[in-house]
Every structure is written in structure tokens, then in C-alpha cells.
């Protein structure tokens, strides 16, 4: 069975530090991996998706994740917040079959608080 | 770009009634989802449609129903509202011909039922 831990449900940083967003996830197979965000009032928007080709995956707005097997986690990052990325962000995994396509597991979110 | 378009922001109805929540989406994908969204809850899967007229029950169908007669066509029911159907209401659309694709969302519709 799949499922996924986003450990903090609110992170907090100041403009121009480091983001850390951290997820674990359980899944029986070779998962695909995904990191949605969601600003207020709106669908989520995809960042970046991992489907088992580099461990390092790149996104849009200078995101990253590496995904790490041995620690099942795939941790979303940024060098440098802005304040335009103060939003909700949702890890998902998604290996579950049914009628043959893949059914997405998401994790409960993370509200990224950025301070001026 | 891929446009998944939900028939109403907002929306205000009364208990008991019969309340139809419409999705459409424009690139032809086959899969479409429906989703409640609480706070602290992240998001929970109501049903799931994986081609027209085909439908799965998610993780929370109670009291819910749904219909995909056309394909860009995805329609959540919630048959005799209650209170506790007061949430955010998320559709998403997924192309399921190549492999594990990313899911494209509507804006969402906020419904509150009194």
C-alpha cells in the first residue's frame, strides 16, 4: 500500500534563506513521486515529478527534489525563498493500480510561511 | 495548455438538496478525479473516472455520486447535502496513455451547504 508523511505541517523562513520541505512515503513498488503547490484560492499547480529517470529532479520557480530510495523520503528545496512562494505545497505518490491506471496518494500538506 | 475548468467558485445550498458540481476539461484525457479538500486533511479522493462512463469509488463516496457521460465531462453529485459536505471541491484531469502522468486541476469550487 502507498501513503506519504509530510513531516511539517508549516514551515516558516525569512525572504532570501533556504527552503526545506520534507516528505517520506511508503509504496511496494518503484514509485512515481510528485510536488504540487497551491497558492490561496486556487488548483494545485505542478512543481516537479520524479518517474525513476534521476534522482535529482529539477522544477519550475527553482525548485528541486532528490529522491533517496534508501531513506524513502523526496525532499523539496530551494536555495533562496521568495515571497511569492508562500502557498501550500502537497507531496504525492502514485503507484496504485486501479482499472488500470494510477491512483495518486497525497500527503496532508505544508503551508510555507515566508517572512519580509 | 491543458484547462480544467469547474462550473462555479462558489456556491451556497441547503440542507437536503440535490447539488450537481460540473467539470470540464479540454485535452481529451481520459482519466478525471474528484476531490474534497479540508483543512489539515490535504486531499481526499471521492471518486475517480478512468474513461467515459467508467467510474471507481475513491476513499470518502459517501453520499456522493458521480456521472462521465462525455469524455471532457465530469460531473460529482451529492445526492441529499448535508453540513458535513461543506469542503473545497478539486477536479482534476490525467492523460493515462503514456505512463504516470502529473494531474492538471481546476481552481476548485467552495461549497457551503446551511
Known amino acids: 500500500a502507498q501513503s506519504v508523511t509530510q513531516l511539517d505541517s508549516h514551515v516558516s523562513v525569512s525572504e532570501g534563506t533556504p527552503v526545506l520541505l520534507r516528505c517520506n512515503y511508503s509504496s511496494s513498488y518503484s514509485p512515481s513521486l510528485f510536488w504540487y503547490v497551491q497558492h490561496p484560492n486556487k488548483g494545485l499547480q505542478l512543481l516537479l515529478k520524479?518517474?525513476?529517470?534521476?534522482?535529482l529532479v529539477k522544477g519550475i520557480n527553482g525548485f528541486e527534489a532528490e529522491f533517496k530510495k534508501s531513506e524513502t523520503s523526496f525532499h523539496l528545496t530551494k536555495p533562496s525563498a521568495h515571497m511569492s512562494d508562500a502557498a501550500e505545497y502537497f507531496c504525492v505518490v502514485s503507484d496504485r493500480l486501479t482499472g488500470g491506471s494510477y491512483i495518486p496518494t497525497f500527503g496532508r500538506g505544508t503551508s510555507l510561511i515566508v517572512h519580509p | 495548455d491543458v484547462k480544467v475548468t469547474q462550473s462555479s467558485r462558489y456556491l451556497v445550498k441547503r440542507t437536503g438538496e440535490k447539488v450537481f458540481l460540473e467539470c470540464v476539461q479540454d485535452?481529451?484525457?481520459?482519466?478525471m478525479f474528484w476531490y474534497r479538500q479540508d483543512p489539515g486533511l490535504g486531499l481526499r479522493l471521492i471518486y475517480f473516472?478512468?474513461?467515459?462512463?467508467?467510474?471507481e469509488k475513491g476513499d470518502i463516496p459517501e453520499g456522493y455520486s458521480v456521472s462521465r457521460e462525455k469524455k471532457e465531462r465530469f460531473s460529482l453529485i451529492l445526492e441529499s447535502a448535508s453540513t458535513n459536505q461543506t469542503s473545497m471541491y478539486l477536479c482534476a484531469s490525467r492523460d493515462s496513455k503514456t505512463g504516470n502522468q502529473p494531474q492538471h486541476f481546476g481552481d476548485g469550487t467552495r461549497l457551503s451547504i446551511l
Open positions: 485535452m481529451d484525457h481520459e482519466n
Open positions: 473516472s478512468y474513461d467515459v462512463k467508467m467510474k
Open positions: 520524479y518517474t525513476s529517470a534521476a534522482t
